[in-house]
């Protein structure tokens, strides 16, 4: 593994124009997903402009927080920061019940425990970093 | 017209971690490409490089970074970026040429000087970057992706690591005797299912290292081929790289979302088929015309996932496919007859290359020591982040 500087990886994302609802939302407990008013289909992740019709009118939709696990892994191995103190941990794509499909952390049981199928719920993980944080949207069994 | 073009040389740098400059392996690997091909450099009339970018700004430019170290001979150049779809990509610029008429000889090289351990993001802070957040923010490594795939494989189909552990064993075997391996040593499944568990399901052995490598190909016109002879030279006869289709509802590296499937039908074919698909059509040839393939078994439950999307059985059935069998050297149809990534490790930007030397010395049966008797026709398919698909089929 190349020497990182350890600073580059305590970085949160930086929001724009077209992502900043996304993080206000989560900050306050809600995960949105996006809707084209074009053609009715939902789509993941936030965009301004819908990947199948390219309308640009597209709303931002409030999403149920309930998923089943898709496919998951327990990291048994990580040596970047932060994570390596966090071993071992579950990243999983969670399929919401709008259908789109995220990777996500399934945090709140043993990692032993979980399941593909197992049905979760969204709770809102605080990354704090030198300059702020950010809520990222985790699950938890429901 | 004709879309094939001939592979009149291929040639090597044995893989390892050698710890030199990537320019050399390049180098090495051209120079044996055009031994091979019994042309000489000066007659090169253009270059195609695949990127590397874990080494500097020479890497940015490799095509022209290991021309120059070939001697400038004012011969066109270009590089080309496809993650590990990079070489296919050069190889597809490189071809494209020579069917429009503008060259006749064109060679086609990738190397790599690889760090220690599994590949981490490239430097720098990229923060709307989908690769750079999901290892910083999710703690999603590579082998955390191959394993998705191989719990789904678990899921779905009951595939367990003893049919992991057969893939490895197979390659491990098929390796033996390749210069070019990195590792050429029997493994056994007890060593396998003792080795330590990086990303669950998936231990260590059952996912590829990366390595320091070079790999070079000499294409050229059909009618160039005749002129130097060669009637009958093993042939390109196409390279697939399609991109996928929405709605996207796989989550390949380095997604970490993917469009819904509720609101949309899945396309008929996932990214990973319609690679093959579009190779299969461009050639119009199918799986059943198949002798060999070299498929890109980062991790070996991945390899499994292969069989399924190059057609060699229905999905569900890959299992039984490797406990036969059927993919092992003297079977229905080899994989991985060079050992594949299990024996020689990713060296990124040379591996699809490398991929193609392979299927060429089959085609040329002068594959020593692993030879696929009578083979005619061989496929190689890989996928490169950021949906880059890549897969060439030769033949004879
Ligand atoms: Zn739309």
Known sequence: MPQLPRTATWHLPVADLETAPYWEATASGRLLIKHCDGCGRDFFYPRSHCPRCWSSSTSWKEASGSGVVYTFTIVRQNDLPPFKERLPYVVAIVELDEGVRLTSNIEGCAPEDVRCGMKVRVAFREEARDEGSIFLPVFRPA | ?396
Request: glycine share 10%; with cysteine.
């Open chain 2, 1 to 396: 017209m004709s879309k094939d073009v001939a592979v009149l040389g291929a040639g090597m740098h044995p893989w390892g971690k050698w710890g030199r400059n990537f320019v050399e392996y390049g180098v090495h690997a051209a120079r044996a490409a055009l031994a091979d091909a019994g042309v000489d450099w000066q007659d090169v009339q253009f270059i195609a490089g695949g990127e590397t970018v874990r080494n500097g700004y020479a890497g940015y430019v490799a095509g022209s970074s290991i021309a120059q170290a070939l001697g400038w001979s004012g011969a066109r150049v270009a590089t080309a970026y496809a993650a590990c779809a990079s070489g296919a990509s050069a190889i597809d610029i490189a071809r494209a040429r020579i069917l429009a008429g503008l060259c006749d000889v064109a060679l086609v090289v990738g190397a790599d000087t690889t760090p220690k351990g599994f590949l981490a993001p490239s430097g720098g802070t990229r923060t709307q970057d989908p690769d750079w957040l999901r290892f910083f923010l999710l703690g999603a490594t590579n082998p955390t992706y191959f394993a998705f795939y191989a719990r789904r494989r678990m899921e779905l189909y009951g595939s367990t690591e003893k049919d992991w552990a057969a893939v490895k064993i197979k390659n491990a075997r098929h390796g033996l005797s390749n210069p070019n391996a990195r590792y050429r040593k029997e493994v056994t499944e007890e060593e396998i299912l003792a080795s330590a568990m990086v990303s669950e399901p998936l231990r260590l052995l059952n996912i590829c290292t990366t390595s320091d490598g070079g790999a070079a190909v000499l294409l050229t016109s059909l009618e160039y081929a005749r002129k130097k002879g060669i009637s009958d030279p093993v042939k390109v006869s196409a390279v697939s790289t399609v991109t996928p289709r929405f709605p996207k509802t796989v989550i390949d590296l380095p997604d970490i979302a993917t469009d819904s499937a509720a609101a949309a039908a899945p396309p008929e074919l996932t990214f990973r088929d319609s690679i093959a698909a579009a190779a299969y059509e461009e050639a119009d040839l199918g799986p059943e015309d198949l002798d060999l393939a070299e498929v890109y078994d980062l991790s070996t439950a991945l390899e499994l996932d292969w069989y399924e999307n190059i057609g060699l059985c229905k999905e569900g059935e890959a299992e039984r496919l490797i406990r036969d069998g059927d993919t092992t050297l003297g079977g229905r149809i080899p994989v991985n007859p060079s050992g594949g990534l299990a024996c020689f490790g990713e060296a990124v930007p040379a591996q699809a290359i490398a991929q193609v030397c392979e299927v060429t010395w089959q085609l040329q049966g002068r594959a020593q020591g692993r030879q696929v008797e009578d083979a005619n026709v061989g496929l190689t398919i890989n996928q490169g982040l950021f949906g880059h698909g890549s897969s060439v089929i030769l033949t004879k």
